[in-house]
């Protein structure tokens, strides 16, 4: 069974970081290409980064230069590194896989 | 970068009627392998979001078969052939074909 669960978020002040993860289990992360998405309070989503089975990484405009997508082949697991933090990447940051999502880690980037 | 417009904003329906969601994207949708991946996604209140279609007219595992996608290159719709109270809920398009895109959100509440 194909499962992912986040970790990660909770408050930061602007301009700090984050490092989330997502463990995945039922699947190799190395194998297939993974995303973040993340939903602003009252929102709708938005694609914010992925990374293919062979390792290209992609960002949206929005966290170019800031936000790096990465994995550890041996954990399973996918991370997003979240540096200079603004207020408007307060949000829950779903990573998902072919259809499956995660139950979501909230950030709160607040003073 | 790639828009993808849904209409409407809010779908108010009456159980057991049909409802019909509208996805557009700002160009073709059809990869270059010949697979045009546009997917469909719920999103029930206060849960994370489930896929229920993906390229253009496939039904996930366990999709109801009152759900049905279709359409073709920038026009794609989403039908629910007779609306059931557990129908209620955001319903997202996406876009894979160039990166990921969202749209905007079509919010279906019963009547």
């Known amino acids: 069974e194909v499962q992912l669960v986040e970790s990660g978020g909770g408050l930061v002040q602007p301009g700090g970081s984050l490092r989330l993860s997502c463990a995945a289990s039922g699947f190799t992360v190395s194998s297939n290409y993974m995303s973040w998405v993340r939903q602003a309070p009252g929102k709708g989503l938005e694609w914010v980064s992925l990374i293919y089975s062979g390792g290209s990484t992609y960002y949206a405009d929005s966290v170019k230069g800031r936000f790096a997508i990465s994995r550890d082949n041996s954990k399973n697991t996918l991370y997003l590194q979240m540096n200079s933090l603004r207020p408007e990447d307060t949000a829950v940051y779903y990573c998902?896989?072919?259809?499956?999502w995660g139950q979501g880690t909230l950030v709160t980037v607040s003073s | 970068d790639i828009v993808m417009t849904q209409s409407p904003l809010s779908l108010p329906v009456t159980l057991g009627q049909p409802a019909s969601i509208s996805c557009r994207s700002s160009q073709s949708l059809v990869h270059s392998d010949g697979n045009t991946y546009l997917n469909w996604f719920q999103q029930r209140p206060g849960q994370s979001p489930r896929r229920l279609i993906y390229k253009v007219s496939n039904r996930d595992s366990g999709v109801p078969d009152r759900f049905s996608g279709s359409g073709s290159g920038t026009d794609f719709t989403l039908k629910i052939s007779r609306v059931e109270a557990e129908d209620v809920g955001v319903y997202y398009c996406?876009?894979?074909?160039?990166?990921?895109?969202f749209g905007g959100g079509t919010k279906v509440e019963i009547k």
């Open positions: 998902t896989f072919s259809g499956y």
């Open positions: 996406m876009q894979g074909t160039h990166l990921l895109t």
